[in-house]
């Protein structure tokens, strides 16, 4: 059967275009000392290496400290993996921490550093190999792109603007818009019509799933992007669903009949 193209392509940033893992672990870990009292202190040898792989699980910004936590609890990797709802919560309840002090933990170290040294906030991310120079072509064509993103639009900007990427055609809708993934899917169907072939590219799972449950959004196509924040299990989750495509970043990088 022959597939459409996309004429509407939606992609979300962290974990698909951009690579912040390395201003993830620096927030988590000033968040971690400071909610730990732990007085500054350097991370050990091989933590944030640890916290790259052990990523996926974070849902919230709130658990990045506490993964970190769990790390130094000497719960494995595998058991965070596997277990890591049930772990968060054990730490939390046991260690008297609430959510909402831990969400303005992170949201303050992040919020500081951004205020005091915005270039050097900016320097921690990184774009994947290619997708930039990919981004550029799709406006470049009569696709209309979309990033739906949880970071704040005006620092997708800065990091877009960096590298030279021409934001006139690009639609961003950010941490600001307050609304969940499928929400804006579904506003964006009802603003370009029924006819048009709309595309999503995510890097979690869970998000992919939560929008297979709304039959209004169906028709669009889904891709799980296998080089983001994501797990080997989730990418087998993914091959075995009919309806959610994996996707390479080599295939990400090259015409859209090479993605299915």
């Given at each position: ?13 962290d ?20 909610l ?7 991370p ?5 290496e640890?916290?790259y ?19 130094a ?97 690009l ?29 999503f ?25 296998d ?34």
């Amino acid at each position: 059967m022959a597939i459409s193209l996309p004429t509407v392509l939606a992609l979300d940033f962290d974990g698909v275009l951009c690579d912040g893992l390395k201003e993830y672990f620096q927030t988590a870990w000033q968040a971690y000392n400071n909610l730990w009292h732990l007085g500054e202190q350097s991370p050990p040898e091989g933590v944030a290496e640890r916290f790259y792989r052990l990523r996926p699980v974070v849902e919230t910004g709130w658990e990045m400290p506490v993964v970190l936590r769990a790390i130094a609890l000497g719960i494995s990797d595998e058991d965070i993996l596997q277990n890591w709802g049930t772990i968060a919560q054990q730490i939390v309840q046991k260690e008297n921490l609430e959510p909402a002090r831990l969400v303005a933990e992170v949201d303050g170290v992040r919020d500081r550093w951004i205020a005091s040294d915005l270039n050097s906030w900016l320097a921690e991310h990184r774009f994947y190999p290619g997708v930039i120079d990919r981004l550029k072509l799709i406006l470049a064509s009569s696709t209309r792109t979309i990033i739906i993103s949880t970071k704040e639009k005006r620092f997708i900007e800065k990091l877009l603007h960096q590298e030279g990427v021409d934001l006139a055609h690009l639609r961003i809708y950010g941490k600001e818009t307050q609304r969940p993934k499928h929400q804006m899917l579904r506003e964006l169907m009802m603003e370009y019509g029924t006819n048009e072939v709309f595309w999503f590219v995510e890097d979690r799972l869970k998000t992919l799933q939560g929008i297979q449950t709304h039959s209004d959004l169906q028709g669009v196509f889904l891709f799980l992007a296998d080089w983001g924040y994501n797990t080997l299990a989730d990418r087998t989750i993914a091959e075995n669903d009919p309806t959610i495509h994996r996707i390479s970043l080599a295939q990400f990088s090259q015409d859209f009949d090479t993605w299915l």
